[in-house]
């Protein structure tokens, strides 16, 4: 995005508060890949905001008031001095918004293709050929939203995610250190992890809070990354949604929410399929990852695992420890202890 290069070394002065009861504190905040990133005085990171979800609580008042989309209790409040960051904020969000699919234009599309049923309805109407098509035409900021509203359905049998802000800070970092993406950690998942579109994964509170190293939680994460490039989480759920889904998403950017329903409730109840162990085996290369105490976890015989065990890409080497020890305490009480 041009767009997001231009503005990417801009640095601004703000007060950031993590909920309603909270006290506000002074912080920096700066442009990364396609997030807000904020940290406090001592470049500690705080927080990540998905650009495309950030939104302004005063529109035209200084100074300006920004908090992530559906949580007004979280907010970031920046001074009429840092106006260039203001600007930037505001030019970056107009960016996304033309970019999010209009409704108006997907009917016209799908107009055009009726006039062209006679001549395309062999290639649009099979079900291979209109996933391919569909996952060309959907946006980012589309596949970030279908994440949150899969995760929303998914919260309301495990519990609402875990947010001690300390633990958030860890696990923020331990994304970074794996390059992950976003992280979720859940109170009482029936499944270990999960990964849903949007680069978003999920974690059970069991994988951290049960083991003494951080390389179980993150052997969890990479794993659930070599299954997300084995298939686009996407077309995953696509082909479980079925044909009409997939076509009413073409036409009008959205998914119904009986779909979402069945999906969330699809990921939650099957058995677990595991991803093909080159590519898993490669992720955790990638990651100078030791694969041996995931697998030790998974199986603490090691008989179902030894493939893992045998082809640990660390075996005899030396490897940097993952986070320190305060951070992975604080990502253990994550959930509250």
Known sequence: MTALAKYARIEATGLWRAAPDAQRREVIVSIGDATLVITDTNDRPLAHWSLAAVERGNPGVIPALYHPDGDTGET???PASEAEMVEAIETLRRVIDRSRPRP?????????LSVLAVAGIAYFWLPGALQDHTLTVVPDVKRVQIGAALLRRIERVS??????????VAL?????RLNAGNLAVLPNMSRASLHLPGALILLNRSVIEDFEEPDVAAG?????MARRDGKDPLR????????????RLVTTGDLSPAALDGYAQFLMTTPVVEPDLARQTARFAAASLRSTPYARARDITGETTLRLIEGDPMNGKLTEPLMSDPNWLRLQNICGG
């Not at 108006?104 to 055009?112: A, D, H, K, N, Y």
């Not at 519990?159 to 958030?168: K, L, V």
């Not at 969890?220 to 659930?224: L, M, Q, S």
Request: aromatic share 10%.
């Open 172 to 176: 923020a970092l331990l994304s970074q």
């Open 236 to 247: 995953h759920l696509l082909e479980n949604t079925g044909i009409w889904e997939n076509f």
């Open 159 to 168: 519990g609402p995610r875990c947010a001690d802000p300390p633990g958030n």
């Open 76 to 78: 970031l409040e920046l």
């Open 104 to 112: 108006g234009r997907l009917r016209s599309f799908g107009m055009l």
């Open 220 to 224: 969890y994460i990479v794993t659930e």
